[in-house]
C-alpha cells in the first residue's frame, strides 16, 4: 500500500464537499490507495468577558457543531466500507478550517487534497477569501478543486 496515493478529501456538508467526496471515490484504487475524510469544525470563540450564560451557549453551540460534522463523516464511512475503500476520519476543531486542512494534509505526507468549489464571486473572494483558494496556495501538494 505504500506505493499507492493518499487522497485527503474535506468535506462540510455542503453540495460542492459532496461532489468533492465523489471525486475522490472515482479516483481511489482500493487495493493501492487511501481516503482521509477530513471535516473542520468551526471553533466559536470564547471570549473572557463572556458570562456563564454565554459560555453555556457557545458550549451547546458547539456540541451541536460537532455532532454534525460526526453525522457528516458517518455517512461518508459507510459508503467507504459498501464499496471496500480503505479510509480514515479526521474530525477536527479550529479558529481557522482552512489553515487546519492545509496544516492536516502536511502532516499526514497526503499526495492530492479534494476539496469543493464555494463559487464564491470576485469580489466576495477577495475581500474573505476561500478555503479551496487557501488550499491552492499555501497547500505543499497537489490540489484538486471540483465544482
Avoid: W
Amino acid at each position: 500500500m505504500s506505493s499507492g496515493v493518499t487522497y485527503m478529501v474535506s468535506v462540510d456538508g455542503s453540495e460542492h464537499a459532496a461532489h468533492a467526496f465523489e471525486t475522490a471515490r472515482k479516483l481511489v484504487r482500493p487495493e493501492e490507495d487511501r481516503l482521509l475524510l477530513l471535516t473542520v469544525c468551526q471553533q466559536l470563540g470564547k471570549e473572557a468577558q463572556t458570562d456563564d450564560m454565554e459560555q453555556m451557549k457557545l458550549s451547546d453551540a458547539q456540541g451541536k457543531l460537532v455532532q454534525r460534522s460526526r453525522s457528516i463523516l458517518l455517512h461518508m464511512e459507510n459508503v467507504c466500507k459498501e464499496e471496500n475503500i480503505p479510509f480514515r476520519s479526521i474530525l477536527l476543531e479550529s479558529n481557522s478550517p482552512r489553515e487546519a486542512i492545509v496544516q492536516e494534509a502536511e502532516k499526514e505526507n497526503v499526495d492530492v487534497l479534494i476539496v469543493g468549489s464555494r463559487g464564491l464571486g470576485t469580489i466576495s473572494r477577495l475581500l474573505l477569501g476561500s478555503v479551496s483558494d487557501y488550499c491552492v496556495h499555501h497547500s505543499s501538494c497537489a490540489v484538486l478543486v471540483v465544482k
